[in-house]
C-alpha cells in the first residue's frame, strides 16, 4: 500500500483498537470471513472502493449486506474500512486482512501475553521454513484441485502442529486462502504485520551448523543493537554455507560465510 491507501489503513487499526472489549480471536475470523466476501464478490468491491460514491452510500452498502450476519464490533471495523479512500480497488480487502491477522496477535496477547505471540511468530516461522524446503509440499498447497480441509492438514503438519489456537488460524488461512500469493509468502506477511506491531523488524539469519541459546542471544542482542531496534531471529541452519553466518534484516544482506568467500574467490578466477 501507499499514500492515501497506508493512511487509511492506519484508521482502520485505530477502530480496530477501539474494539479491545470484544474476543479479538472471534474478531479475527470475521474480519477474515469479509475479506472472503469481497475477494468473491467483484461489484461489491467495486461498488466499496468507488470514489464518486458519499461516504454514506458506502456505509449503506455494509450495513445492508452486513448487518445481523457479523458482530457490531466487526461492523464498525468494515464501516471505517469501505467509508475510507484506497489507492486500489485490492487495498480495500488487504486493509482487513492486515487487521485481522493484528485481532489474531491481540488475541494471543490477551490469553497468555507477549510469550504465547512469540511462539505464533516461531509456528508461522517454522511453517515458512519448511515449506521452502520442499518442492512437493509447495505443490501440493497450490493444487487448485486439493480439498481446503487436506491443504490446511498438511498446513498444520509443516508448522510442526502449532500448540496455539492463534497459529492454527493463520497457517490454515495461508494454506486456503492465499489471495494470489504463495502461503509462504503470506505467512511472511503476516509475520510483518505482527513484528511491525510490536516494533519490531525481523533478522533471516543462515548459519552452517546449530547455534546455542547463548550464542542466539548474543547474535540477538548484537543485531538489536547495530539496528536501533528489537529484531525476532529467524535461524535456519545451512550446512553448506560451510562456516560463518549469513544475516539478512529487510533488504540489507550481511554474508559473513565462508560459501559466499568462495563464490567471490571463483568469480575472481573465472574473471
Do not use: C
Amino acid at each position: 500500500m501507499a499514500g492515501v491507501s497506508t493512511e487509511s489503513l492506519k484508521k482502520v487499526e485505530a477502530v480496530l483498537t477501539a474494539q479491545r472489549a470484544v474476543s479479538p480471536d472471534y474478531l479475527a475470523k470475521e474480519l477474515f470471513a469479509v475479506v472472503d466476501v469481497l475477494d468473491a464478490d467483484g461489484g461489491l468491491r467495486r461498488a466499496l472502493t468507488d470514489p464518486s460514491r458519499s461516504e454514506q452510500a458506502r456505509e449503506g452498502i455494509v450495513q445492508k449486506v452486513f448487518r445481523g450476519k457479523v458482530s457490531e464490533s466487526a461492523l464498525n471495523v468494515f464501516v471505517a474500512a469501505a467509508t475510507a479512500r484506497w489507492s486500489a480497488e485490492r487495498d480495500l480487502a488487504d486493509a482487513l486482512e492486515h487487521v485481522a491477522v493484528d485481532a489474531t496477535a491481540q488475541a494471543a496477547e490477551v490469553r497468555a501475553g507477549a510469550n504465547t505471540l512469540e511462539t505464533v511468530l516461531d509456528e508461522l516461522l517454522t511453517f515458512i521454513n519448511t515449506l521452502n524446503s520442499s518442492a512437493q509440499a509447495q505443490i501440493a498447497l497450490t493444487d487448485d484441485r486439493a480439498l481446503p480441509e487436506a491443504k490446511k492438514k498438511l498446513a498444520l503438519t509443516l508448522a510442526g502442529s502449532p500448540a496455539t489456537a492463534e497459529g492454527q488460524l493463520l497457517i490454515e488461512r495461508v494454506s486456503v486462502a492465499p489471495r494470489g500469493m504463495t502461503p509462504a509468502r503470506l505467512a511472511e506477511k503476516f509475520v510483518e504485520i505482527i513484528v511491525k506491531r510490536q516494533k519490531r523488524s525481523v533478522a533471516r539469519v543462515v548459519s552452517a551448523r546449530p547455534l546455542t541459546d547463548a550464542h542466539i542471544e548474543k547474535l540477538r542482542r548484537g543485531l538489536s543493537q547495530a539496528y536501533g531496534q528489537e529484531l525476532k531471529l529467524d535461524i535456519t541452519v545451512d550446512p553448506q554455507v560451510i562456516g560463518g553466518l549469513k544475516v539478512q534484516v529487510g533488504d540489507e544482506i550481511l554474508d559473513g560465510t565462508v560459501q559466499s568467500r568462495l563464490n567471490e574467490l571463483n568469480r575472481s578466477i573465472v574473471a
